[in-house]
């Protein structure tokens, strides 16, 4: 996906979101708490968020992280360059299902890339699956490397990160809300 094709889904998703729960961009402010001024940026597509700021949005609103990457009903799978971001790569295999409440995606980080994650919505449970190279997964105060066909679940619901301790290293993330 470009970088302006990135700026106009996500666009397009949060406004048809937002326009959907009829909710302006100041009670999207503050149930997201990302600012109106960087909202309204994003709606415009004059921005596009940082992983992070995407994870606040869709906590805040309620969703899915995939809805911002997959046109409704599509099965997938949809791939999601982050511009800001160009050693991760994030193809969603099978967006959000509502009946099993789960999400599944393939991250690939490069140049031994660290992804930092705020804390996602009280509840939620990932998994993670090391496809290729190494990984070392930061969970609160615990840390653990992951090789190839390791996995480990954890609640997703305190800070976390990602590491590729590799050149590159691929993981299957599983994300299951509950």
């Known amino acids: 996906m470009s970088a302006d094709l990135f700026r106009e889904t996500i666009a397009n998703r949060l406004k048809s979101c937002r326009k959907s729960k009829e909710m302006s961009l100041d009670a999207v402010a ?15 597509g004059e921005s596009a968020p940082t992983i992070a700021t995407l994870w606040k949005i869709a906590r805040g609103l309620g969703i899915s992280f995939s809805s911002f990457f997959t046109p409704e009903g599509a099965p997938g799978p949809a791939l ?4 800001d971001d160009p050693d991760m790569q994030v193809r969603v295999l099978f967006p959000f299902d509502p009946q099993t409440r789960l999400e599944i995606f393939e991250v690939t980080l490069t140049n031994h ?7 996602h919505q009280i509840g939620l449970v990932e998994y993670v ?13 615990d840390a653990v490397r992951l090789a190839e ?16 301790v590799t050149e ?6 599983i994300i299951c809300y509950t």
């Not at 503050?30 to 415009?44: D, F, H, N, P």
């Not at 890339?113 to 804390?119: D, E, G, I, L, V």
């Open 129 to 141: 699956v090391v496809l290729r190279g190494q990984l070392e997964l930061r969970h609160g105060a």
């Open 113 to 119: 890339h660290r992804q930092r994650s705020t804390a």
């Open 30 to 44: 503050r149930a997201t708490e990302v600012s109106k001024a960087m909202l309204g940026q994003i709606e415009r």
């Open 80 to 83: 999601a360059d982050f511009p």
């Open 168 to 173: 590159t290293a691929v993981f299957q993330n």
């Open 149 to 164: 066909g390791d996995a480990r679940r954890f609640h997703a619901d305190v800070p976390h990160e990602y590491r590729a």
